[in-house]
């Protein structure tokens, strides 16, 4: 069995609170590590929450115990790693325009660029496409997301902040 192998065991495996986009799509997954052969063989997962304390993690962690039970593979150890922090930098293309499809406005710019995270948005609506939106709540219904209305089409949506 291969890294590769792996990693595409776990390309099915969706977040639970976004189930348009998958763990590898998020860029949760941050490493992937086989050893030892037959009996023996062991994979090893490191992930990285989305934010510290993410309800997910628990259900994400057990998705891919099943997966890789799924395939044989009885020797799972999960790493939770908290360092260096997720970032929406981390996020795949595919999966941003997938969020997109999904009706969630996806993160607009890198948070690693200086003063990034102070920035004021200009969030589109993921409907109509409309730059004429207004932030509702900055707190969504999960950490990772904000409220946001647009002005044109008049519809409610989530926005996944950049962070």
């Given at each position: 069995?291969?890294?590769?192998?792996?990693?595409?065991?776990l390309?099915?495996?969706?977040?639970?609170?976004?189930?348009?986009?998958?763990?590898l799509?998020?860029?949760?997954?941050?490493?992937?590590?086989?050893?030892?052969?037959?009996?023996?063989?062991?994979?090893?997962?490191?992930?990285?929450?989305?934010y510290?304390g993410?309800?997910?993690?628990?259900?994400?962690?057990?998705?891919?115990?099943?997966?890789?039970?799924?395939?044989?593979?009885?020797?799972?150890?999960?790493?939770?790693?908290?360092s260096?922090?997720?970032?929406?930098?981390?996020?795949?293309?595919?999966?941003?325009?997938?969020?997109?499809?999904?009706?969630?406005?996806?993160?607009?710019?890198?948070?690693?660029?200086?003063?990034?995270?102070?920035?004021?948005?200009?969030?589109?609506?993921?409907?109509?496409?409309?730059?004429?939106?207004?932030?509702?709540?900055?707190?969504?219904?999960?950490?990772?997301?904000?409220?946001?209305?647009?002005?044109?089409?008049?519809?409610?949506?989530?926005h996944f902040?950049?962070?």
């Amino acid at each position: 069995m291969t890294k590769e192998k792996v990693m595409e065991w776990l390309s099915v495996i969706t977040d639970p609170e976004i189930p348009a986009l998958t763990i590898l799509d998020l860029g949760i997954v941050r490493n992937v590590e086989v050893s030892g052969s037959g009996n023996d063989m062991a994979v090893k997962v490191a992930i990285t929450p989305t934010y510290s304390g993410c309800p997910a993690m628990d259900v994400i962690s057990i998705s891919i115990r099943m997966a890789l039970a799924g395939h044989g593979v009885r020797n799972v150890i999960i790493e939770n790693k908290i360092s260096p922090a997720w970032t929406t930098d981390w996020m795949t293309e595919e999966g941003k325009i997938k969020l997109k499809a999904y009706g969630i406005a996806p993160p607009n710019r890198k948070a690693f660029r200086a003063l990034g995270l102070f920035e004021e948005d200009k969030v589109a609506c993921p409907r109509c496409g409309s730059e004429e939106t207004e932030l509702v709540s900055q707190f969504g219904p999960t950490s990772c997301k904000a409220l946001y209305k647009c002005l044109s089409c008049k519809e409610p949506f989530e926005h996944f902040k950049c962070h």
